[in-house]
């Protein structure tokens, strides 16, 4: 009685591991809205909604963009976006590959020491 219980919890447990990794792997069900790309910002018009994630007071803000030239903003080099939950003022930077002729430019916006510590998603309508 006690080895079939033994033989019987081994065989069980064996069929769920091989039919867990015998599983497909899970698919993403939506990819990140975070915009990082200056065509990304420039695709944004009035009345699109956007969350300001802010990793330093761990908190998101939405917001809607009043204007192009306010979606600009965000990715202008040298700008300063203040948290509006936390407000703290952060810096916009442009990062790309190093080297000349790099195609692939990202905005990142930092804190004094340099640390990306907000992103911007837009949120769908």
């Known amino acids: 009685m006690k080895h079939s219980k033994l033989v019987l919890a081994a065989v069980l447990f064996v069929n769920t591991a091989a039919l867990t990794l015998a599983a497909p792997a899970s698919k993403r069900t ?23 994630v802010c990793k330093q007071c761990e908190t998101v803000s939405v917001q809607t963009v009043a204007s192009k030239g306010e979606a600009i903003e965000f990715c202008k080099e040298g700008a300063e976006i203040i ?42 309508n």
């Open 30 to 52: 939506s990819t990140s809205n975070a915009l990082h790309a200056s065509e990304d910002f420039a695709g944004l018009n009035a009345g699109d909604k956007i969350a300001l």
């Open 83 to 124: 948290c509006p939950s936390c407000h703290k003022t952060f810096k916009v930077v442009r990062h790309g590959p190093p080297g000349k002729g790099g195609t692939h430019v990202e905005t990142r916006i930092v804190n004094d020491k340099g640390e990306v510590c907000m992103f911007v998603v837009k949120l769908p």
